[in-house]
């Protein structure tokens, strides 16, 4: 563990710089890295920007053929792990330099590989820094991963603020945490200086009035939150996030997708071969409500969506009622396949005790149609993950 200034690290970045040219890297080629958190991949990171090449985050949960596959795609000039450098000779690709390829989590299909340019992250961390009042004297918890875009972004936050960042959950100078909501739900932090939690990633049901939290929306396309506030309204059963920060945009389209552009939109997604540029305004495949007087509210996945004898089922609405239930910790909707209906949902879910299906049942037909009530009720395995993969459930 450690806790550090980005600027303290001025003389470790000099160092890598020069043994990174010495070994070939130049601008425009990519550095691929599959380390954990650590001031050495820090290090990496911000020597890459200084001679103009592009970061490359692995996740390092990859099962070692998913790894090999994404090393392909990225065919990087150096390949940095635990195991030691790799140097390979490739073509420098056509895109930006010092920017970052990122690939998503894939969480409800095949992972994409993002291309965010570097005023991207910094543009995204400025609005952060205002929107949380991050300041010098702060320190921020390293509490999210690296290759993903929430733990990337921390890095600049701390950077263009000068703040501190710890990856120490005991030190007591911790002002400001990212979490995603099943962090939250398996802990409650308690810091003396403690100021904001920042809480995105993920649908978010519910937030404890006695926290700081800023609960947010963002994905790495949009390189980290575009929007979110203290104090978010709850309203109807939904939370509503306010207006995008300084420098982002969003809308609806008429089937209620989000639509988003601004300064931290991502370059495109990246093939291998050539850079896909996205529309002017993308489109996120999130579901969403306007309020005039309460901002934005996420209600689901486009994708998620399934039909069942006809009738459509948005899991997310029934995971919201299944969350109102007071056992009920987490939860996951999906569709099984079934010769009546085609497909019926089936729920997983983290309970305080017990399972009863027929309490649940019952309490759902209180707040939901029979057709949208769960055919079964399975426990929700507990993972390392940040966020429960609804993809490994479909597959149940």
């Not at 982002?248 to 209620?256: A, P, R, V």
């Not at 996420?298 to 995971?319: A, T, Y």
């Amino acid at each position: 563990m450690f806790t550090c200034k980005i600027n303290e690290l001025e003389k470790k970045i000099d160092e890598t710089v020069t043994d990174l040219t010495s070994k070939g890297l130049q601008p425009g080629h990519i550095l691929a890295v599959h380390l954990p958190t650590s001031l050495q991949f820090i290090s990496l990171l911000f020597a890459s920007i200084r001679i103009g090449a592009i970061f490359a985050p692995l996740n390092l949960r990859l099962p070692e053929t998913a790894l090999q596959s994404q090393l392909k795609q990225l065919n990087p000039k150096l390949f940095i792990s635990l195991s030691g450098i790799q140097i390979y000779s490739n073509n420098k690709p056509p895109l930006l330099p010092s920017s970052f390829l990122l690939f998503t989590s894939g969480s409800n299909g095949s992972p994409k590989l993002v291309n965010l340019s570097l005023d991207n992250l910094l543009s995204s961390a400025k609005s952060t820094i205002m929107a949380t009042n991050l300041q010098p004297r702060d320190t921020w918890l390293l509490s999210l991963p690296l290759y993903h875009v929430g733990g990337l972004s921390i890095l600049f936050r701390c950077f263009l603020s000068g703040a501190a960042l710890t990856t120490d959950p005991t030190n007591q100078s911790i002002t400001h945490l990212s979490y995603v909501p099943t962090q939250l739900y398996r802990s409650w932090p308690i810091y003396p200086r403690l100021k904001t939690i920042l809480l995105s990633g993920a649908p978010i049901h519910e937030v404890p009035e006695k926290l700081p939290i800023m609960a947010a929306y963002g994905m790495t396309e949009t390189a980290s939150m575009i929007l979110g506030q203290k104090k978010p309204i709850q309203k109807e059963g939904f939370i509503f996030l306010g207006l995008p920060h300084l420098g982002k945009q969003m809308s609806l389209s008429e089937d209620g997708e989000i639509l988003v552009k601004g300064d931290s939109l991502f370059q495109g997604y990246w093939n291998g071969i050539e850079l896909q540029k996205p529309e002017e305004w993308f489109p996120t495949n999130d579901l969403g409500l306007f309020d005039p007087t309460a901002g934005f509210a996420i209600v689901g996945r486009k994708d998620n969506q399934f039909i069942s004898g006809g009738e459509n089922i948005q899991p997310e609405e029934i995971e919201r009622e299944l969350l109102t239930h007071p056992t009920i910790l987490d939860a996951i909707v999906v569709p099984k396949k079934d010769a009546e209906y085609g497909v019926r949902p089936v729920a997983f879910v983290r309970a305080s005790g017990e399972i009863d299906e027929k309490s649940l049942r019952n309490y759902l037909l209180e707040r939901l149609p029979k057709y949208k009530i769960p055919c079964s009720f399975s426990p929700l395995e507990e993972g390392l993950e940040i966020k429960p993969s609804r993809k490994k459930y479909q597959s149940n």
